[in-house]
């Protein structure tokens, strides 16, 4: 079995994994288009790239403990899967500025200053920033293959820090923003509970 979806994954071109990463953005678009969404449009395309964007770093994080605990190797999407994250990220943190703050830098920090959980955001933002621009050949060799781990595993801080930021501007506890979190926590917590096979290197993205 382990093998047969190794076989089928290793069938699978990286461009279809880019390709199915763009339908959550097609959809957004086409419900902007045929006014489908709420009474607060802004706010719904705010929240849904966000909600994207964290739904693909789950993805992201996904890789490692699904090669631990089934052996299928996923790990050649792993960097298609990181940068549609960061994709969604840009896009939210770009409509948040252009619709929401209108361009206005002064209001923003305003903002950020008066809703703390926008800090989260940022903070989260930062670290991904980092993760996409060196998501690259080039970057493994200039920085080792050891110091490119080391600044890769800030996605173990981003990821968490990202579910914080949904969760605290709902200032509300649903339930959906809860089971994100824990998504993570849990993830985060088997790369700890299930250990790395003896004599498999660590894989690049």
Known sequence: ???????????????AVWLGGMIPLALLVFDTLTNRLGIDPVRDIEHR??????YFLIATLLVTPVLRLTRV????????????T???AVLHVAAWIGFDMGLVWSQMLRDVVKR?????????????????????????????SGGWRRLHKLIYIAAPVAALHWLWAL????????AILAVILALLALRVVVPRPLGRKPARA
């Open 86 to 88: 960061f994709t969604y």
């Open 49 to 54: 790239l966000g909600r994207t964007a964290l």
């Open 171 to 178: 200032k509300v506890w649903e339930v959906k923003p809860l």
């Open 1 to 15: 079995m382990e093998r047969a979806l190794n076989r089928y994954a290793r069938m699978v071109p990286v461009w």
């Open 116 to 144: 703390p959980y926008l800090i989260f955001g940022m903070v989260a933002f930062v670290i991904l920033i980092a993760l996409a621009v060196t998501s690259n050949n080039a970057s493994i060799r200039k920085m080792g």
């Open 73 to 84: 190797n996923l790990i050649r999407f792993r960097r298609a899967l990181g940068l549609i």
